[in-house]
């Protein structure tokens, strides 16, 4: 505890009036739609207008790709936990793994293997990856 009063937290009373009547000034001239009624013409047009509304939606994962059809000659996976960096080739983790193995995986075990954020509870234990 400490010996302080509260009243460092709250504003003075001529403050507390002064940001009341600033709220009423603020009022918008419009108000803002219910949720049962119709959004106004702007809002769809911008929806409408935005560039990225008409971009491809992106490529899959290279998590979720299997090694086989990642381009990338050189894999890399990190621990969010504990900050390690774990580096492959692509050829050694085809020869290690197989070329069906899912990056997901493969990398979730390398990372396990030489984890260095043992615990000994299941639900702790272990790294999170982040893949490249």
């Known amino acids: 505890m400490t010996d302080r009063p509260a009243s460092w937290r709250m504003p003075t009373r ?4 002064k940001m009341a009547a600033a ?3 603020k009022a918008s001239a419009t ?10 013409p702007e809002y769809w047009q911008a929806i409408l207008d935005d560039v990225s509304a008409d971009r491809a939606p992106p490529g899959p ?15 890399r996976v990190a621990c969010r936990r504990c900050g390690r960096t774990v580096e492959i080739q692509k ?14 995986e493969v990398g979730q075990r390398l990372l396990d293997n030489t984890c ?3 615990t000994g509870r299941y639900e702790e234990d272990g ?3 982040a893949f490249d």
């Open 91 to 104: 050829v050694d983790a085809t020869r290690l793994y197989g070329q069906n193995a899912i990056w997901a």
């Open 61 to 75: 994962s290279i998590r979720t790709q299997r090694l086989a059809d990642i381009q990338r000659h050189l894999l």
């Open 14 to 17: 001529p403050e507390m009036e």
């Open 116 to 118: 260095q954020a043992r």
């Open 31 to 40: 108000p803002a739609p219910a949720p049962g009624d119709d959004l106004p």
């Open 127 to 129: 790294c999170w990856p």
């Open 23 to 25: 709220v009423g000034r």
